[in-house]
């Protein structure tokens, strides 16, 4: 009997226990602020140019909102040096934003927390997203239908990247035409080099043509590949590590004829002193101070970016035209340009959560906050607030992107300046594209875009289209492809760069045993992998 008694005891005890740890969902209070708000860390990978990210207005609303006060870490610099540290410690903040890629859930198993059922359970939002837009539930997905990384979707941006700016003042200063073809092209670099285009008596300053980025870039695009399709090679994607389809294959343009073909023409332009000696080492900063100038006299002929504002400046935008896909020859009968629709819409690991997170619950509300329809456009576009100054809700349920509140910047700086833009999570809804007013840089970038649409036309989902983004993998072919991905963008970026740049190497003496080594590096089975995995995707489309 007395054995019943304490045994009785202490059930009562254990279950009290837990019934007071049941109200605040941890029984830690130190997860919890005086005024009951649940403690959260958060790591943010954004570039340093911005406003830092705990002094955004609608993300302290969003915090009050969801009842989570966060401690900010913002990461500026060399993340990827970085996180390996971090991650090989185990110790990682609660939430990682913009920080993770689908190898890091391979690496470090057991790290991040599988958010499938916290998404059923606390995520009204991305659950809409999920409904309304499936694919991006598959790209948010792994193999075994966990999710680690959560997507995003916006309704709003067109189907490329990086367009193709040609100095129309200089062109008319030199009486020229736009280039169609790659030695129309070459004619009109070396006019830019030596005419004194931009008019100040000095034939020494001009650039004729600049990029930033080496040939395998797995960020910001390869703008180094636009080009690439006068060859009628159909690039997407960005054409990351250069896989693309052709013909329901998966092939890789650094190994391809076409390739050999291009970088023989760069050669030729870089030894006659038509691209940039800074355009493979330049950093981003460099490279758009370099294409501002100073706000006066131009100093680049043909480059590549967003929109013409974005590249040159408000000062200089109205000097530049974008300009169609410039064929190889004029056998070249269907010109092909990068197809980014994937990319540019669709966002995957945008969000993750670590396995040791103490209050999984109020982290998952205040992940779906940011999905919220009016949250999401602030995410994009900057606060619907005085403070923030980025959106305007207007009275009949419509909504505009407002001016730069510093007219020295132009919108996208801006936007980039004060808000998280494309690197935060959200979901655009379709109905935005109705309800929704851009601001000027978004509207001049469609409008820019729209000379692609011939390029674009003979885009086909079923034999030409790879967005690798949605491709599934098993952990081990992961593993697999990361290893030898790393074999063969050293070989490709140190050959391509060197064959560029140095006017004693062979490029067609070389190319055999450099496609060779390539293929023998790893992209053989790489290629394997892909197709099976590109077959699967074919075999989902309806």
């Not at 035209?321 to 410039?326: A, D, E, K, L, M």
């Not at 060197?498 to 003496?509: G, L, Q």
Request: aromatic share 10%; glycine share 6%; hydrophobic share 35%.
């Amino acid at each position: 009997m007395k054995k019943k008694m304490i045994l009785s005891i202490l059930i009562c005890t254990m279950l009290m226990g837990s019934l007071a740890g049941c109200g605040k969902g941890t029984s830690d209070n130190s997860t919890e602020t005086e005024d009951g708000k649940v403690k959260l860390t958060a790591l943010i990978q954004r570039g340093g140019s911005g406003k830092a990210v705990d002094e955004i207005e609608w993300l302290k609303e969003l915090e009050e909102k969801t009842g989570v006060e966060i401690e900010w870490q913002q990461i500026t610099a060399d993340w990827d040096q970085k996180k390996s540290a971090m991650f090989a410690s185990g110790e990682i903040p609660d939430l990682l934003f913009a920080a993770t890629d689908d190898a890091d859930y391979v690496q470090y198993n057991g790290l991040f927390e599988d958010m499938s059922p916290l998404i059923e359970a606390n995520a009204p939002n991305i659950q809409q997203m999920f409904t309304e837009h499936p694919e991006t539930k598959e790209l948010a997905s792994t193999e075994d239908n966990k999710i680690f990384g959560i997507s995003s979707y916006q309704a709003l941006w067109p189907k490329v990247s990086s367009s193709m700016f040609i100095n129309k003042t200089w062109l008319d200063n030199l009486g020229l035409e736009v280039p169609t073809t790659w030695d129309e092209l070459k004619e009109v670099l070396i006019a830019f080099r030596d005419g004194d285009p931009n008019g100040n008596g000095d034939t020494t300053d001009e650039i004729p043509m600049t990029f930033t980025s080496d040939f395998v870039s797995r960020s910001g695009g390869a703008d180094i590949l636009c080009l690439l399709g006068g060859t009628g090679m159909q690039l997407t994607d960005r054409a990351p590590y250069g896989y693309f389809a052709e013909d329901a294959a998966v092939k890789n343009c650094f190994v391809d004829e076409r390739f050999k073909d291009y970088i023989k023409f760069l050669k030729e332009l870089y030894q006659e002193g038509c691209i940039s000696k800074d355009a493979l080492t330049q950093d981003y900063s460099k490279y758009q101070s370099v294409c501002r100038a100073d706000g006066v006299t131009a100093q680049v002929g043909l480059t590549f970016g967003w929109e013409t504002a974005d590249r040159f400046g408000n000062e200089l935008k109205d000097e530049y035209i974008t300009i169609p896909q410039i064929r190889q020859d004029e056998s070249v009968e269907k010109p092909a340009y990068p197809y980014e629709f994937y990319v540019l819409n669709y966002h995957k690991n945008l969000v993750a959560m670590s396995s040791k997170c103490e209050n999984k619950e109020a982290a998952m509300r205040f992940i779906d906050g940011f999905y919220d329809k009016e949250v999401s456009l602030e995410v994009l576009f900057g606060g619907m607030n005085d403070v923030d100054k980025g959106i305007k809700k207007n009275d009949d349920g419509t909504y505009e992107v407002l001016p730069p509140a510093d007219e020295s910047m132009d919108p996208g700086t801006w936007k980039w300046q004060m808000t998280l833009a494309d690197i935060g999570p959200f979901y655009i809804r379709d109905e935005m594209r109705d309800k929704l007013t851009l601001g000027t840089d978004m509207l001049r970038a469609v409008e820019e875009k729209k000379v692609y649409d011939e390029d674009l036309k003979n885009v086909d989902p079923k034999t030409n289209l790879y967005p690798q983004s949605f491709m599934k993998y098993s952990t081990e072919d992961i593993n697999t492809m990361a290893m030898n991905q790393a074999n063969i963008d050293n070989i490709v970026d140190q050959t391509a760069a060197a064959w560029m740049t140095d006017p004693s190497r062979d490029i067609e003496a070389e190319w055999d045993n450099y496609v060779k080594s390539v293929y023998d590096a790893g992209l053989t089975q790489n290629l394997e992998i892909r197709q099976k995995s590109y077959e699967n995707y074919l075999s989902s489309l309806k």
